[in-house]
């Protein structure tokens, strides 16, 4: 028998053997424990999760308060959406919020996982200042930014007489959303910048190496190694980013609570003024709406996860 004709044979055994693996795997049992274990979260998610989301899609099609009796309308709550200012504004703050927040956060975020993945000295206790903000409740730091923006800016802009902060950024209708960009910015960067620093840390140091060997500047290394190699990481955390930041609420509650006004009144904020206003019905048709919008970008954030996990 020949050299070729062994390795035939060997391949055609470990083939053989694979192909009786995967066939006692897909035919194994699955222990009756492990259902005794996922009934309870399954009937606690349906309670808690799918009931109430499902009531809320059938409550839409309604004139419902929220208690008592009701009769259906149809899709009158949903045409009235499209044509209500109010909620036109909302959505449109929101979205605009997201997009400027996610820029923001990514950008800040992938500078400072540069520098704390870098040869410098007590980079292990810088990254733990930095995620500190990540373990505060937001409504703690929504109100200490407040008495920053409400007090302490405008004492010190009066004093060093900088007029632009003078006054609060919070009552400024044109500007108050730049301060919950802040806030929320402030907030995000520490969970961004850990899987910035784990998308660095995985790329192969030989990599660098070798581009410093041929001349690569720090700033051409960035460009044509670091950033190439971590786009999957970019794209994983602005699509995260982007759904979390859509359904902001407790910061804006404790920075503007939707004001001056109505200009910084989110879309989240509107359907839960609404549940309390009589406008629960119309409000369910506009959390439905929203509902859709989640789904889409989690669909999305799974595929693009699925794809990163396959390379």
Known sequence: MTLLDRNENDMAVVT????????????RRVDKTFYAFLLPGLVLFTLAI????????????????????FSFTGFINYIALFSDPSIRSAYGFTIGFALVTVAVVNAVAFLLAIGLTARIRAKVAMRAVFVLPMVVSGIVIAYAFNFL???????????LGFGPLESSLLANPNWAWVAIVIVTAWQAIPSTILIYIAGILAIPSDV?????????????????????????????????????FLNSYDIIVGLTNGGPGTSTTSIAMSIFQGFTNGDYAYQMANATIFFLIAIVIALLQLRTTRGRASL
């Open 208 to 244: 660098y190496e070798a581009a410093a060997l041929d001349g690569a500047s720090a700033g051409r290394q960035l460009r044509s190694i670091t950033v190439p190699l971590t786009a999957g990481y970019i794209l994983i955390n602005v699509i995260i980013g982007f759904k979390n």
């Open 50 to 69: 799918t009931l109430p989301a499902v009531m809320g899609i059938f409550y839409s099609f309604t004139n419902s308060v929220g208690f008592g009796e």
């Open 149 to 159: 923006f409400s007090n302490s800016i405008p004492a010190a802009a009066n004093a």
């Open 16 to 27: 053989s053997a694979r192909t009786g693996a995967k066939k006692r795997t897909s035919h």
